[in-house]
């Protein structure tokens, strides 16, 4: 099963899920909410039934939401017309088939999906290079590796089975790394007692990536 396939199947479900941690996540919303403005373009990857993208729209500019579920997002459409809000559009794409212009956004967002990537640092990169320089990158992602290995006995045959979706296992620490490898700085670290989340939130560098390689032409990077 593709996980298009799982996210559309599972999309009625998810949407009436309540937030475990209603604490946590307002305060990650408010922490967020400190590198808005008015004037702010917006990323956000894996929005699901877009939540979190409508809740931030008041305090942006524009913000332009991906996910990979077609479900997910006619969820997320018509909660943005119930709340009758306009400067929030959502797309639908894989992630590693997204061609984003570069630079063009001041914040970017990527929660509960890093795990769920083949790979992580192709991501990560696509977020720095659509960051503006000095932009902002915040993510919340379940970091399975720090005390759930256990999970990995059961993952495969969860997911052959359709129960679970394709899931990655990394530790905070690796994560992190992957973050500062792809150019960021880290501002702010934040696992919250007994959660599984961990949350991020990191800098593009005001130089652009280029600098950080010298003179070298990108076909020798």
């Known amino acids: 099963m593709s996980s298009a396939s799982f996210w559309d199947r599972t999309a009625a479900k998810y949407a009436k899920s309540p937030i475990a941690d209603e604490v946590t996540y307002e305060k990650k919303l408010a922490l967020t909410r400190e590198h808005l403005n008015p004037e702010s373009k917006v990323l956000e990857l894996g929005c699901g039934t877009g939540t979190t993208a409508l809740k931030h729209a008041p305090y942006a500019q524009q913000i332009d939401a991906w996910d990979i579920s077609p479900k997910m997002l006619e969820i997320a459409r018509q909660k943005q017309a119930q709340q009758q809000i306009s400067n929030v559009t959502f797309h639908c794409g894989q992630i590693s088939a997204m061609t984003l212009p570069k630079a063009s956004y001041d914040l970017a967002m990527a929660h509960s999906v890093l795990h769920l990537l083949d790979d992580k640092e192709a991501t990560l990169h696509t ?10 990158f915040v993510s919340s992602t379940a970091c399975l590796g720090n005390k759930l290995k256990w999970l990995k006995l059961i993952a495969k045959p969860m997911c052959l089975l359709g129960f679970w979706p394709p899931v990655y296992f990394f530790s905070s620490e690796e994560l992190q790394t992957a973050i500062t490898r792809a150019g960021f700085t880290i501002e702010h670290s934040w696992l919250p007692e007994k959660a599984v989340a961990h949350f991020f939130i990191a800098r593009k560098p005001v130089k652009a990536q280029a600098d950080r390689w010298g003179s070298y032409p990108a076909a020798n990077i």
Do not use: D, S, V
């Open 127 to 136: 977020i720095y290079e659509a960051l503006k320089p000095g932009g902002i």
